[in-house]
């Protein structure tokens, strides 16, 4: 039980936003919702976490909707090396011990 | 940064064989995980540890054990290799000191058991 539900697979052109959207519809008031990708051969790398209000880095954006239920992870300006498995995660401070689904594969296109 | 190292890239171990995985970090990391990759099944958590000495299962922790005698290293062994142990291996770190600490990964330790 992953605790996320995300779809398998996406694409997105290169210079175009990249839009992952995460359902977590479950989950309690004081988890975060973590991001995190894959590139092949590499181990996962962290991107971004929140909790309720939208949050941006370097990296992304990630917009929490008002009910929690579900996030969408915002790449505004993908290029090829975003090509990536994404995982959504969600857990509590130091008790975090994180459940990974399948994630979804984004494809960039040139 | 946050250096999480695995010895080693890949490994070729024949079944029957003990075989150790290890893993260090350098950011004085209270806890540390082992999951494992397979096509398809994305992570799954074998075991953590949230303090020397201390260790606890995760969802698959059948056919391996662990150890961590240090605070920076953290080693999975399998005592009796068999082929259904062939998967990535992936060791990662987190701070129990930062609130809501996401998890620092190794590169992987590709394992193949013949």
């Known amino acids: 039980d992953a605790k996320t539900t995300q779809p398998p697979s996406m694409d997105c052109a290169e210079g175009r936003a990249a839009n992952l959207p995460c359902n977590h519809s479950?989950?309690?008031?004081?988890?975060?919702v973590y991001w995190y990708r894959q590139i092949h051969s590499q181990g996962p790398q962290y991107i971004i976490h929140g909790l309720k209000n939208n949050e941006t880095n370097e990296m992304a954006s990630l917009i929490i909707t008002e009910d929690r239920k579900s996030s969408t992870l915002i790449l505004p300006h993908a290029t090829l090396r975003d090509t990536a498995v994404y995982y959504c995660?969600?857990?509590?401070?130091?008790?975090?011990?994180?459940?990974f689904g399948r994630g979804t594969s984004l494809i960039v296109h040139p | 940064d946050v250096k999480v190292t695995q010895s080693s890239r890949y490994l070729v171990k024949r079944t029957g064989e003990k075989v150790f995985l290890e893993c260090v970090q350098d950011m004085d990391h209270e806890n540390m995980f082992w999951y494992r990759q397979d096509p398809g099944l994305g992570l799954r958590l074998i075991y953590f540890?949230?303090?020397?000495?201390?260790?606890e299962k995760g969802d698959i922790p059948e056919g391996y054990s662990v150890s961590r005698e240090k605070k920076e290293r953290f080693s999975l062994i399998l005592e009796s290799a068999s082929t259904n142990q062939t998967s990535m291996y992936l060791c990662a770190s987190s701070s129990i000191g930062t609130v809501n600490s996401p998890l620092h990964f190794g590169n992987g330790t590709r394992l193949t058991v013949t």
């Open positions: 479950t989950i309690s008031g004081n988890e975060y």
């Open positions: 995660t969600r857990g509590t401070g130091g008790s975090y011990i994180p459940t």
């Open positions: 540890s949230y303090d020397v000495k201390m260790k």
